[in-house]
């Protein structure tokens, strides 16, 4: 069976600090990981995924995840926190390339203190 | 240009009404989702079709009842509404290698 695990429900920085997202992952299989954003009363968006392919993927609004498998670990980064990026960010794991289902980790409230 | 597209955006209705959602995505995907965000923002899988065919069914009251006319297409029908069923509804759509693409959500209060 496949989980997520969020660590931290709610992480707060400064601007311009580094923005650091948790997520562990277990899957019996090698997995495929997502890291989608939710802005207030919004959809999801798609921030970046792995797929893979290279260990460390690059995203849209300046984010980036590396792939540890000896950690299953799949972490969300960022070198410098804007005001905007205040959000709720959501990791999830699939089984791969021809599955549908989607885990989806608890989520994070990012907040970013000016 | 909307990619996936929900309607009504928002949903008050009283207890014991029956009520429907709409979904339709012009990304050319052939399988789509609903899923469910509870008050404490936790997301979860109901139903996905694919190709008009349902291939995930998770434990969900029949009272929820989807269905895919078209491939671009898929509605969430709602029977008897409880107060329980108040969240958000997202639908989503997704690539063959599975990338899912979500809507702007459905906001349903049953009061």
């Known amino acids: 069976a496949q989980s997520v695990t969020q660590l931290g429900s709610h992480v707060s920085v400064s601007e311009g600090a580094l923005v650091l997202l948790r997520c562990n992952y277990s899957s019996s299989v090698p997995p495929y990981l997502f890291w989608y954003v939710q802005y207030p009363n919004q959809g999801l968006q798609l921030l970046l995924k792995?797929?893979?392919?290279?260990?460390l993927v690059k995203g849209i609004n300046g984010f980036e995840a590396e792939f540890k498998k000896s950690e299953t670990s799949f972490h969300l980064t960022k070198p410098s926190a804007h005001m905007s990026d205040a959000a709720e960010y959501f990791c999830a794991v699939s089984r791969g390339s021809g599955t549908y289902k989607y885990i989806f980790g608890t989520g994070t409230r990012l907040k970013v203190l000016a | 240009d909307t990619a996936v597209s929900q309607t009504p955006k928002y949903l008050v209705t009283q207890m014991g009404n029956d009520k429907s959602i709409k979904c339709e995505q012009n990304?050319?995907?052939?399988?789509m989702y609903w899923y469910k965000q509870d008050s404490k923002k936790f997301l979860k899988i109901m139903f996905s079709y694919n190709n008009k065919e349902l291939i995930i069914n998770e434990t969900v009251p029949n009272r929820f009842s989807p269905k895919s006319p078209d491939k671009a297409h898929l509605n969430l029908h709602i029977n008897s509404l409880e107060l329980g069923d108040s969240a958000v509804y997202f639908c989503a759509s997704s690539q063959p290698e599975g990338t899912q693409y979500f809507g702007p959500g459905t906001r349903l209060l049953v009061l």
């Open positions: 792995y797929t893979s392919a290279a260990t």
């Open positions: 990304l050319g995907h052939d399988t």
